[in-house]
């Protein structure tokens, strides 16, 4: 998928041709992120805008989130990014409906992923604290400190990503230090 000027392309990889195009009536967007499936698109044209590539048309705006970075779940069902007031919040692709937020607590957000599957959300931020939550229901699943960070120190969690099966869940902070968590969540 590309964005050109508010126009989607859609390119047949295996074939290395065009497959579809088609306008969304968006202005250009200078940050395009799209979904692991390709159906979905984040567009950032006047605002975050959802467009099903499939349908070929805008099916949510989302609210609130910024161009800083967005994340689709391994199913596409969730995108998630940070809002104006730093937190970090995951939207319903489909219909732009907020499902769960992340406060900054007094800190920033450094990173957040989801678990392939799109089940379990994490959440860093700058004081090491780390929170997994169940994407679908909203709930808390587990906080944990990483060891040996502090405030806006060496232990800020910049990357973080889990295994293909959603049971752990490795860090990479300042200083290319390596932490990895066992979520001990099925």
């Not at 088609?22 to 250009?28: I, T, V």
């Not at 808390?140 to 800020?156: H, K, M, N």
Request: glycine residues 12%; proline residues 2%.
């Amino acid at each position: 998928m590309a964005e050109n000027g508010g126009a989607f392309i859609v390119w047949d990889v295996k074939e290395g041709r065009k497959h579809a195009e088609f306008s969304a009536g968006l202005a250009r967007s200078v940050y395009t992120y799209v979904s692991p499936n390709g159906r979905y698109a984040v567009a950032f044209a006047g605002g975050a805008t959802v467009v099903d590539l499939e349908e070929r048309k805008v099916v949510a705006r989302v609210e609130g989130l910024q161009r800083h970075y967005a994340v689709f779940s391994g199913d596409s069902r969730f995108v998630m990014g940070i809002d104006a007031r730093g937190e970090a919040v995951v939207w319903e692709a489909r219909t732009g409906v907020e499902k769960l937020r992340f406060s900054a607590e007094g800190s920033s957000i450094t990173s957040y992923c989801f678990s392939p599957d799109g089940r379990w959300v994490a959440v860093a931020d700058a004081e090491g604290r780390l929170r997994i939550a169940d994407a679908r229901s909203g709930k808390l699943s587990r906080t944990a400190q990483v060891p040996g960070a502090e405030a806006g120190g060496e232990g800020s969690v910049y990357q973080m990503a889990f295994d293909r099966r959603g049971h752990r869940l490795t860090l990479i902070g300042a200083g290319t230090r390596i932490v990895t968590f066992s979520n001990n969540l099925r």
